[in-house]
């Protein structure tokens, strides 16, 4: 069936340096790969999306890539900083088009 | 211009009760969807409704439904609570067309059941 799996589920790293959150998609169908951001308290933010027929995107400190073959993408941040601490979900369309997310990752960015 | 409104933001019942959540999605949307947010479960699909039609459903019991209206505006009903019901309700809305995955997502209807 439709399935999304995102790990880690928690990750902590120092100012400074990089985060990878990763995701699996089952459905080939799949065509558009967004992230969102959820600070504390928060609604649930897109900062940013591909669609299938792009290998890569960024946008300042992320960037995310897709592997259509391995139907696999992940979330990259760059010089991270403590505002960038928050839960982050990838997401993937169905075969029915609606939007699939994964479990969520809780990014912790230490000073 | 106007984000995506829910109403209540807060809200306890008990169980067996029966919860209505409202969702007015930003203006020219036409397409609104519905989460329900638990922690560690992520956000799970309950549905989505454009043009006061339901085109998507999740993996959700009869128990909760949904509506849209002419302008929009879209209601979930949830009857007969149970504890497990006690969740984030987040509704998003989206444009048509090529845009229709792009969601706004609004701030939440935070349910308790007791």
């Known amino acids: 069936g439709e399935n999304v799996e995102q790990h880690p589920s928690t990750l902590s790293v120092q100012e400074g340096d990089s985060a990878v959150i990763k995701c699996t998609y089952s459905?080939?169908?799949?065509?558009?790969f967004p992230w969102y951001k959820q600070e504390l308290g928060k609604r649930p933010q897109l900062i940013i999306d591909?669609?299938?027929?792009?290998g890569e995107k960024k946008d300042q400190r992320i960037a995310v890539t897709l592997n259509k073959t391995a139907k696999h993408f992940s979330l990259h941040i760059t010089e991270t900083q403590p505002e960038d601490s928050a839960v982050y979900f990838c997401?993937?369309?169905?075969?029915?088009?609606?939007?699939?997310f994964g479990t969520g990752t809780r990014l912790q960015v230490f000073p | 211009k106007a984000g995506v409104t829910q109403t209540p933001r807060y809200l306890i019942k008990t169980r067996g009760q029966q919860v209505t959540l409202s969702c007015s999605p930003i203006?020219?949307?036409?397409?609104v969807s519905w989460y329900q947010q638990t922690p560690g479960q992520g956000l799970q699909f309950l549905f989505e409704?454009?043009?006061?039609?339901?085109?998507n459903k999740g993996n959700f019991p009869g128990r909760f439904s949904g509506r849209q209206f002419s302008n929009s505006r879209s209601e979930m009903n949830v009857s007969t609570l149970e504890l497990g019901d006690s969740a984030l309700y987040l509704c998003?809305?989206?444009?048509?067309?090529?845009?229709?995955?792009?969601?706004?997502f609004g701030a939440g209807s935070r349910l308790t059941v007791l």
């Open positions: 409704y454009f043009s006061e039609t339901q085109r």
């Open positions: 591909i669609r299938s027929n792009v």
């Open positions: 997401a993937a369309t169905s075969n029915t088009d609606k939007l699939i």
């Open positions: 459905d080939s169908a799949s065509n558009y």
């Open positions: 203006s020219g949307h036409r397409s």
């Open positions: 998003a809305s989206s444009l048509p067309g090529a845009a229709a995955n792009v969601l706004t």
